[in-house]
C-alpha cells in the first residue's frame, strides 16, 4: 500500500451516493485517499482550483448543470489535453459515455457497476492515464531537458506501478478485474517507434487477447476486420511517412469475438531537432455511440416524417431572451415559408384568430405563472385568409430557483379532426333524438362494456335518472336471480364482438319484474375500430305468458296422444291375447270332435277327446265370462245377489274346483280355517269367482311340487282371506299394476302362462263391491306371492242379477287318411294341442314325435339320423322361454343335408296378418291359425312334401 495518500474530489448531488462512494474507497486495501467532496458544477469547480485533487470522480446530473459541464470548464482554463475524471452515468447513457470520453475524461462508469473492489482500481487507472497523455502532451515542444527530467519521472512512476501492481497480483483474480476494467472502460492508450512498429500495448492484450509477440511490430492488424484491413495499413502509413496526425475508425475482434467500432487517434512526438521520435495515440470504443447516434438519426427521421404526416410543428421559446424557434413543419401548419417572418411570440399571436386571442392569451399566461404545462386549441388564420383549427401543447421548464426559463411544445393541426367532432356531435344529437322518440328501450355502451347512454323510454321505464343507469347502474333494475347470467352472457359477447339475445326480468318503475327481449350489436368507428355495444329491450311478458299458454296446451295434447297411442297399443295387444287364448281351447275342442266322427275311434280314446273337449269349453266359457264381466263393470250393470252366505262353504268350494289341477302338479293345498266364523252377506258366486282366480293363479305360477296355503280367519271387523304360494312370485316393480286390467308381467311370445290379465282385475272389483280390499305382497321374483281378501262382516251392496250363457257347437268335417311315411315333427306347449295333432296327423299315417319347448324339438331334429329325418314341422309359436321364430331360424341355420331347408308350418293362435308376415320372414313356408281344420292342415302339409292328392273318406 502506498503511504501517500490520493486526492480525491468527488463532486455528487446525492449526499447518499457520496457517502456510498466514500465508503467503498474506505475498503481498499491498496491506496489511501484524501477526499473531498461537494455537490454542483460551480462548487467542484472552485474546489478543483483551489484544492488541486489529482483525481476526480464526478456524477453525471447535478443542481446547476452536468458533470460535463464540470470537465469542460476545467479543459478551458488549464488547457490540459486529459483530465483524471471519473464520471458517473447510468449503464444505457451510451451516447453520454462516448461524449465523456471524445471530452478528456479518463474513465466512464456506470452507477450500478461501481463496487468496492474495482473503484480504486479505475480512479488509479485515470491518474495513471491522465498523467501519461499530460506528459507525452508536453514531450511535444518541451526543451531536451525538460523531456529527459519528465521521462525520469515517467520511469519512476512506472517503477511505482510495477510495484503496486506486483502486490496487487497476489490477490486471487486481480488480473481478471484488470481485465473487465479495460473492456468496460473500452479506451487503449499505444505507443510505437518512429517508424510505426509496436513494442508493446497491455491495453491492447487485454482487449483482444492476443499476446506481446502477437502484437509486436504490425501484429495488431491481425484482429481487425478483414475488410478495415488493408485501408488502416494503408492510412498508417502514409501518416508515417508523412508524419501528419494518424485519425480513423476500425473494426476490432475482442477476446470475446465481438467486433466492435473503434476510434483511432495518434500523433507524432518531435524532438529538438523536429524529428519523429516515436507515435502516441488512443483507441476508444465508440460502436455504442455510433449505435446511437444512428438511432437518434433514425429517430429524428422517423419525428420529422410523423410531424409532416400528422400536421404537426415544434417549437421552442426562451421566456427570458424572447427568443423563440419555428421548425419546418411547424412554418407549414400557418402556410408560412421557413425564414419567410421572424419567431416570435407577437408573430405567433399575431395569426390566431381574433375571437380566440383573448382565451389564448389568459391561458399561456396561466400556465406560466402556476408553472404548469400548456394545453389548448384554437383557430388560426393563415395569409390566403383560410381558418385552421390547432391544438398547441407544450412543456414549461424553470431554472434552479423555480424561475420559468422555456417553453418546449409541438403544434397539430387539427382541422380535420374538428369537422369530424362536430360532424359526430350533429350524429349524436340526431340519434338521442331518434332513440328518445323509439318505443323502444335502447342502451349504448363504450369499448369498456360500461353503459354510455339510455333512452327516455329506459328511464321512463325503471324510474330511475341517467346518472344511476351509467356504467354497471343498470344491473340494479335486473332481477336478482337473473342478474348473474345477464352479466356473464353480457361480457361474454365483449371478448368475441359478436350479436346478442337474452331474455331477463327488469323491475319496472311501479315495482313489478317484466319480461324483456335484450338484442345488442357490436358498433364500429369511422376506420373499423370496435367502439362498443348498442342495443334495444322490448317488453315480452305478455308473449312469455302467451307461450307459457301455448305449451301447457301442447304438453296436454301430447299427454293425450301419448294415452290414446297407449290405449291403441294396449288394444291391440289385448285382441292379440283374446285370439290366442280363444283359439287354443276352440283348436282342441274342433280336433277332438272332428276325431269323434271317424268310425276308428276306441273307448279309451273317445274317453280322452270328451274330456278335452270339457276342458276346453269350460276354459274358453271362463275367458268369455271375464270378457262379459269386465265389459258390465265397464258399463256399470254389474250387480250382486246378496244373502246371507257361509264364507268357508265358499272358499272350500273354490279349493275344490283347483284340487284336480294341484293334484295334477303334485302341489300341496292347504286349508287354515278359523273354526269360529260368522255368516256374512254377499253374492256367494262372486266371491267363490274371486276366490277361483286366487286358487288357479296360485297353482298356475307354483311349479311342480309347490305349496299353496288358504288361509280363513276373523280380524274384527273383517273376515281375513289369504291365498300364498311358493311360485314364481312378482317382481317388485309390477306390483303396484297386479290388479290393472290386461297388464301381465310377461307379455312376450315367449310367456309360460296364458290368460288375459282380467283375473284379478275382477278380483278386486268384486272385493271392493263388497266393500273390502285386496293387496298383492311378494318378496320378489322366485319367492312366491300372497294375496290377502278382507271383507266386512256387514257390508254389502245391491243385489245382481245373473246371467247364462251357451257354448256354440262345433262340426266335424271330413278327414283324409293318406300321409302315411312321413315323419312329422309337433312343437306345442299345450298338452292337448299336442295329443289333438298326434292323433289327427296318425290317423293318416305319419309318424308323430312332439316337443313341448323350442329347446326339445331342436334337440330331437338335430339328433334324428339320416334314416329318421323328420319331412316336416309343424310347431306352435308362443313356446316358453324361446318362441318358434327362434326355433325355425336355429334350424334354417343348419346346413340342408341337415335339415336345413325342411318344410315348416306355423301352427299357432296368433292369427293377425302381421303374425303371418312375422312367421313367414323367420322361415315358416305356411302359417295356419288355430283352430286348425283337419283337411287344411293335411293338404298344406302334402303340399310342402309334394305328395300326389289326398283321398277325402265321407
Not at 509496436?198 to 492476443?210: A, K
Request: some cysteine; hydrophobic content about 40%; charged content about 30%.
Amino acid at each position: 500500500m502506498s503511504d501517500t495518500p490520493i486526492k480525491l474530489l468527488i463532486v455528487e448531488a446525492d449526499a447518499n451516493g457520496r457517502k456510498r462512494l466514500k465508503d467503498f474507497l474506505a475498503s481498499d486495501q491498496f491506496r489511501k485517499y484524501e477526499i473531498h467532496e461537494t455537490g454542483s458544477v460551480r462548487d467542484g469547480i472552485e474546489a478543483y482550483f483551489t484544492w488541486s485533487p489529482q483525481c476526480l470522480i464526478v456524477g453525471l446530473d447535478l443542481p446547476d448543470g452536468r458533470g460535463l459541464d464540470l470537465l469542460q470548464a476545467i479543459r478551458t482554463r488549464t488547457g490540459a489535453v486529459a483530465v483524471p475524471m471519473v464520471l458517473l452515468c447510468s449503464a444505457d447513457e451510451v451516447a453520454i459515455r462516448a461524449q465523456a470520453v471524445a471530452a478528456g475524461a479518463q474513465e466512464v462508469l456506470s452507477t450500478d457497476r461501481a463496487s468496492a473492489d474495482n473503484l480504486g482500481w479505475i480512479v488509479a487507472c485515470a491518474v495513471e492515464r491522465a498523467a501519461r497523455l499530460k506528459l507525452l502532451d508536453r514531450r511535444n515542444g518541451e526543451p531536451k531537458s525538460v523531456t529527459r527530467q519528465l521521462e525520469n519521472d515517467l520511469k519512476a512512476l512506472g517503477r511505482e506501478i510495477e510495484v503496486r501492481e506486483k502486490a496487487e497480483a497476489e490477490l486471487r483474480a486481480s488480473n481478471q478485474r484488470y481485465q473487465s476494467l479495460v473492456v468496460a472502460s473500452a479506451q487503449v492508450v499505444w505507443t510505437t517507434d518512429a517508424s510505426g512498429l509496436v513494442e508493446d500495448v497491455p491495453d491492447w492484450r487485454v482487449l483482444t487477447g492476443q499476446t506481446t509477440d502477437q502484437v509486436r511490430g504490425r501484429g495488431w492488424l491481425d484482429v481487425l476486420h478483414p475488410d478495415d484491413r488493408a485501408r488502416t495499413d494503408e492510412t498508417w502509413s502514409a501518416c508515417v511517412q508523412s508524419g501528419s496526425k494518424f485519425e480513423t475508425e476500425y473494426r476490432v475482434r475482442t477476446r470475446t469475438g465481438e467486433f466492435r467500432t473503434f476510434a483511432v487517434r495518434g500523433i507524432p512526438i518531435l524532438d529538438e531537432n523536429g524529428t519523429v521520435r516515436e507515435w502516441v495515440g488512443t483507441c476508444a470504443d465508440v460502436t455504442d455511440a455510433r449505435r446511437a447516434l444512428e438511432m437518434l438519426r433514425e429517430r429524428d427521421e422517423q419525428l420529422r416524417l410523423a410531424l409532416t404526416a400528422g400536421k404537426a410543428g415544434t417549437w421552442r421559446w426562451e421566456l427570458e431572451t424572447k427568443e423563440a424557434f419555428w421548425s419546418e413543419e411547424y412554418c407549414s401548419v400557418f402556410g408560412l415559408e421557413p425564414g419567410s417572418i421572424k419567431a416570435s411570440f407577437e408573430s405567433w399571436f399575431d395569426a390566431v384568430h381574433p375571437d380566440d386571442r383573448e382565451h389564448v392569451k389568459a391561458t399561456v399566461a396561466a400556465a406560466i405563472e402556476g408553472k404548469q404545462d400548456l394545453a389548448l386549441a384554437y383557430r388560426i388564420v393563415l395569409p390566403d385568409g383560410s381558418i385552421r383549427w390547432v391544438a398547441g401543447r407544450a412543456q414549461l421548464f424553470v431554472d434552479e430557483r423555480g424561475n420559468p426559463v422555456r417553453m418546449i411544445g409541438i403544434t397539430i393541426d387539427i382541422t380535420d379532426r374538428k369537422l369530424v367532432e362536430d360532424a359526430l356531435a350533429e350524429s349524436e344529437m340526431r340519434f338521442r333524438h331518434m332513440a328518445d322518440s323509439a318505443p323502444v328501450l335502447i342502451w349504448a355502451s363504450g369499448e369498456d362494456r360500461k353503459c354510455t347512454f339510455f333512452n327516455q323510454n329506459w328511464l321512463r321505464f325503471t324510474g330511475r335518472e341517467m346518472e344511476e343507469e351509467l356504467g354497471d347502474g343498470w344491473l340494479d333494475s335486473v332481477h336478482p336471480e337473473d342478474r348473474d347470467v345477464v352479466f356473464e352472457n353480457y361480457t361474454s359477447a365483449f371478448k368475441s364482438r359478436v350479436a346478442f339475445d337474452g331474455e331477463f326480468r327488469l323491475r319496472r318503475a311501479d315495482g313489478e319484474f317484466r319480461w324483456v327481449l335484450n338484442h345488442g350489436v357490436p358498433r364500429s368507428l369511422s376506420e373499423g375500430g370496435f367502439a362498443g355495444y348498442i342495443g334495444s329491450c322490448i317488453d315480452i311478458t305478455e308473449r312469455r305468458e302467451a307461450e307459457a299458454d301455448r305449451e301447457e296446451l301442447l304438453e296436454r295434447e301430447r299427454d293425450a296422444r301419448a294415452i290414446a297411442e297407449m290405449a291403441s297399443h294396449t288394444k291391440d295387444e289385448f285382441l292379440a291375447m283374446v285370439s290366442h287364448e280363444l283359439r287354443a281351447p276352440l283348436n282342441a275342442i274342433l280336433g277332438w270332435a272332428r276325431i269323434l266322427h271317424t268310425k276308428s275311434v276306441g273307448p279309451e280314446t273317445l274317453t280322452q277327446a270328451i274330456e278335452t273337449i270339457e276342458r276346453s269349453a269350460r276354459m274358453q266359457s271362463n275367458i268369455i265370462d271375464d270378457l262379459l264381466d269386465t265389459a258390465r263393470i265397464t258399463s256399470g250393470k254389474l250387480r250382486l245377489e246378496v244373502r246371507p252366505i257361509d264364507i268357508a262353504a265358499v272358499v272350500d268350494a273354490a279349493v275344490d274346483v283347483v284340487r284336480p289341477a294341484a293334484d295334477a302338479k303334485g302341489i300341496q293345498l292347504l286349508r287354515v280355517f278359523d273354526p269360529e266364523l260368522d255368516v256374512i252377506t254377499g253374492d256367494a258366486d262372486r266371491l267363490q269367482q274371486v276366490m277361483w282366480n286366487l286358487l288357479s293363479n296360485a297353482v298356475r305360477f307354483t311349479p311342480n311340487g309347490g305349496q299353496v296355503v288358504v288361509r280363513l280367519e276373523r280380524v274384527d271387523p273383517v273376515v281375513r282371506i289369504q291365498v300364498s304360494d311358493t311360485g314364481k312370485g312378482i317382481a317388485p316393480e309390477f306390483l303396484p299394476q297386479a290388479f290393472n286390467r290386461f297388464d301381465q308381467a310377461d307379455r312376450s311370445s315367449t310367456r309360460r302362462h296364458g290368460g288375459l290379465g282380467l283375473g284379478l282385475s275382477l278380483a278386486r272389483y268384486l272385493v271392493e263391491a263388497h266393500g273390502g280390499t285386496i293387496v298383492a305382497e311378494s318378496e320378489g321374483e322366485g319367492l312366491g306371492s300372497t294375496f290377502t281378501v278382507c271383507l266386512p262382516l256387514r257390508a254389502v251392496r245391491g243385489p245382481v242379477v245373473p246371467e247364462a250363457h251357451d257354448l256354440p257347437g262345433v262340426v266335424m268335417s271330413a278327414i283324409p287318411h293318406d300321409l302315411g311315411g312321413l315323419r312329422i315333427l309337433v312343437v306345442d306347449d299345450e298338452a292337448d294341442a299336442r295329443d289333438l295333432l298326434t292323433t289327427l296327423l296318425s290317423g293318416y299315417g305319419a309318424i308323430v314325435v312332439t316337443a313341448a319347448s323350442a329347446a326339445d324339438a331342436f334337440g330331437s331334429f338335430t339328433a334324428a339320423t339320416d334314416g329318421d329325418r323328420f319331412d316336416i314341422v309343424v310347431s306352435d309359436i308362443g313356446l316358453p322361454d324361446e318362441d318358434g321364430y327362434s326355433l325355425i331360424r336355429r334350424i334354417r341355420a343348419l346346413e340342408p343335408e341337415d335339415g336345413g331347408t325342411v318344410p315348416a308350418v306355423a301352427l299357432t293362435a296368433y292369427g293377425r296378418t302381421v303374425d303371418r308376415v312375422k312367421a313367414l320372414s323367420a322361415g315358416f313356408q305356411m302359417h295356419v291359425p288355430k283352430p286348425v281344420e283337419p283337411i287344411e292342415l293335411a293338404m298344406v302339409i302334402d303340399t310342402l312334401t309334394r305328395r300326389p292328392g289326398l283321398r277325402v273318406v265321407r
